[in-house]
């Protein structure tokens, strides 16, 4: 059994007192979760946030790292600095960073190897766009972005990776793959980690399903036996919406 995890990617959003507000509005409505609950920040909230959760269930995540361990980077941070931030989750390959930040899918494997390497916990995000899946090509094109991300890991290191499958056409745009889409593609990525990894491997890994998940459609997704979480934009900013979804089994 795979423990559910669900994730909030606030992306560019809130100051850090109002990230200290909408923590201390979620900690006693997700309390009693049984999924892990994690909050991926921007960088300017990690101090406020991580003080704000102390005690509670939530965990702290980063939406990006760098690769490299120091040096001429600038506005970039390094996997050891979010960990001594008191980071331990990191969304690496979001869509977004892939389209407006030249991301590439070997830059999203350095980066998933130095967040690995520091103890971060990933969270490597792949998915298709639109022409993608109308052209027929996305069962391809997940197998590989997930493949080659996940290059250099041990298969233990890949055991403990979380995935989020996030079709681009779904991301803030309200509309969800169907619970039965998801689960499929979700399915496919897995049978990539098992013909690489080993179905043992394949078992473990938790693979969530991002792209406008919110209260309404959390329970129906999450009833599908591949889908093992979400990542949450939009409905992560406000605590009732955000902890609805964590609470998907009440
Ligand atoms: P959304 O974003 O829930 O607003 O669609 C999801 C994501 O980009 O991770």
Known sequence: MRKAIIAGNWKMNKTPAEAVALVNELKPLVKDAICDVVVCVPAVNFYAVKEAIAGSNIKLGAENVHWAASGAYTGELSADMLVAAGVEYVIIGHSERRQYFGE???????????????????????????????????????????????????????????????????????????????????????????????????????????????????????????????????????????????????
């Not at 792949?126 to 996940?150: C, F, H, N, S």
């Not at 996030?166 to 039965?180: C, F, K, Q, Y």
Request: contains cysteine; negative net charge.
């Open 104 to 250: 590439t899918d070997q830059t999203v494997n350095q980066r998933v190897l130095a967040a690995v390497k520091a103890g971060l916990k990933v969270i490597l995000c792949v998915g298709e766009m639109k022409d993608v899946r109308e052209a027929g090509a996305t069962d391809g094109l997940v197998d590989y972005q997930t493949i080659m991300a996940l290059n250099g890991l041990t298969a233990e290191e890949v055991s403990e990776v979380i995935i989020a499958y996030e079709p681009v056409w779904a991301i803030g745009t309200g509309l969800t793959a169907t619970d039965e889409q998801a689960n499929e593609t979700i399915g496919v990525i897995r049978k990539a980690v098992a013909r690489k990894y080993g179905q043992e491997v394949a078992d473990k890994v938790r693979i969530q399903y991002g792209g406008s998940m919110n209260p309404k459609n959390v329970k129906g997704l999450m009833a599908q036996p591949e889908i093992d979480g979400g990542l949450i934009g939009g409905a992560s900013l406000k605590a009732p919406d955000f902890s609805l979804v964590v609470n998907y089994d009440k």
